[in-house]
C-alpha cells in the first residue's frame, strides 16, 4: 500500500565538542616602548585564523591578541601602551566529523592575567575555551495518508512542530570616518580605544539580515604637542550595516528566527584630515552573524490504520520532533557602588566604563528557568595624582533572573544568549562610583518528544476464521484507556457505526460507559 508523506525539513547537529586550553608565556617589551613600572589595564581578545576539519577531530590554529596601558619610567609621555600576540593551535577531538564538513568555531576568554617579570618582560597567561560544532541539513519523510483510502479506515494525529528551514552565517563590515571636534587637540598616538555596542536590533528579509544600534567609541590618547597631556574623547555612533546573501523565505505566518552576533574585529586608526593634522579617526568594524529560520507547522500524522477486506501490518518507526514553547526575553538590572581600594589612586574623572556579562548555570524549575551570571565591570578613569594621571579598576556584580516557560510534560531544550543593554557609571565622590547595568537574557525554548510513525504497510488477505470467532453482537463496558477506534478496530466495525448505533454525537468515551457493538462483514 502506498503512503502520502510530508517532508519535514531540520538542521541537525552532527558533533560537537568543547576544549579548554591555557596559554602561559612571557613576552618582551618591544625596543621603542619605555620601561613597565606599573600595569593599569590589560585586556585581550582571540583570533581564530584557521579552522580545518579532519577525521574525528578539528584543528584550530589562532592568536591571543592583547593590548597593555601602563605607567612607564619617562617623565614626559607617563602613561605607555604596547600591543602583542600568541599563537596556537588545538586539536579538539569530535566524533562523527569529517574533512568534509562545515565547522563553526566559537571562541570565549575565560581569564586574562598579564602580570609585569621586570621592566622589560611581561607574564601572560589566558584560559580559552574553544567550541565546536558542525550542522548538516535533514529531511524526515512522515506519512500523513494511505492511498488508496477507500476501503481503509485511518486515524490521523494533529501535531504542531517547529521546522529549521535554513542556518546561515555571513560577515557585516562597517567603516567610520570620525573627526575630533575643534575643541580636541591633535592626537600623538592612541593609548587605549572601547569600542562597544549597544541596543543592537535586527531585521530579516528576502536580501539578507540589516543591523541597527549604537557604537560607543571612546578613546585615551596623548596629545601631539604635549605628550605628557592624556586626553579623553568619546562618541556615539549609528550600526548601520547588513549581510548581502540572498534568504528564500517561505510565505505564511508563524515564521520566527534568531539571530546571534560577534564581535570578530576592531580596528582603529589616526590619519590626517584636510590640512595634513592627525584629526581624523577611521573604526572598521567586523561582526560575525548567523541566523536561523524556524516555521511552525500543524500537522495530521497518519496514526494507525486497518480495513474491514483485507489484514492491514504496518510498520513503524521514530522520529524526534520538536515544538516552541516560548520565545522570550528578560532583563536583569544591576545596581551596584564600586569601591576602590586603599592603595588606587582617586578618581578625578571617569573615562569610560566596560563590561561583560556571562551565563554561568542555568536551571530548569517547574515555573521557567533560573539563571545566574556575572557583569564584570572595567572602569578608566583620571586620577587626581600627576604622577600616576589614568587609573583602573574592575569589579565582578552577580545577577540572576527567572524566565517564565510554559508547563509541559516533555522534555524541554533552551537555547539562551546574554548581552548587555545599558551600562553606565557616575561618580559619588573620589572612592566611589555608581555602576548602573540592564542585562538582558533571551531564550529559546522547545518542547522534544519521540513520535511514533508508519513506516510502511504490509497487505494480507483477511483471515476469514478469525472473523468468524468475534461475537456478531455485544455489549461492551468502556474500560480506562478505552476509544471507540480500538473498540471498533477489536470488534471489526468502524466507529462511525458505533456512533451511529449508540446515537452518540461525539467520538468520545468514558470509562463504565455501555455501548452496543454490531459486527460488519
Known sequence: MELSTIKLHNVLQ????ESQITLDDDYNVPDYRPDIVKIIRGQGNIKAEEVKPAAGAVWVKGKLLFSVLYRSDQENGKISCLKGELPFQEKINMEGISEYDTVRLMC????????????????????????????????EEVADAAEPGEDCLQLKKPIEI??????????CRQKNEIALPSSKPNIREILWKSVELRNVGSRLDSDGIHLTGEILLSILYQEEEEPDRIQWYETTLPLECGTDFEIERPTGEDLYYKIQIE???????????YDGEERMLVLELLLYVSVRLWQETKLELLEDLYSLKQNLIPERGTVHLEHL????????????????????????????????????????QPGGVFVEGTLTVNLLYITTDDHMPVGAVEKIYPFEQLIEIPATEDEVRVEHECHIVQLSASMLDQTHAEIKAAISIGILAFSMKEVERIVSVKE?????????????????????GDTLWNIAKRYHTTTEALMQQNQKKEATIKA???????KEM
Request: include cysteine.
Open 108 to 139: 570565549e576568554m575565560e581569564d586574562l592575567t598579564i602580570g609585569v617579570i621586570h621592566s622589560r618582560k611581561l607574564n601572560v597567561r589566558a584560559v580559552i575555551v574553544l567550541r565546536t560544532e558542525a550542522q548538516v541539513p535533514s529531511v
Open 460 to 480: 494480507e488477505p483477511l483471515d476469514i476464521e478469525e472473523v468468524q470467532k468475534i461475537p456478531g453482537l455485544v455489549g461492551y463496558i468502556a474500560k480506562s
Open 512 to 518: 463504565g460507559e455501555k455501548l452496543l457493538i454490531v
Open 325 to 364: 514553547l516560548i520565545k522570550n526575553e528578560a532583563v536583569s538590572k544591576v545596581v551596584e557602588s564600586m569601591e576602590l581600594m586603599e592603595n588606587q589612586e582617586k578618581i578625578l574623572q571617569i573615562c569610560s566604563c566596560e563590561g561583560t556579562a556571562h551565563v554561568d548555570r542555568m536551571e530548569k
Open 162 to 171: 517547529s521546522q529549521q528551514l535554513f542556518a546561515k552565517r555571513d560577515i
Open 14 to 17: 552532527r558533533g560537537w565538542a
Open 263 to 273: 564581535e570578530i574585529g576592531k580596528e582603529l586608526e589616526v590619519k590626517p584630515d
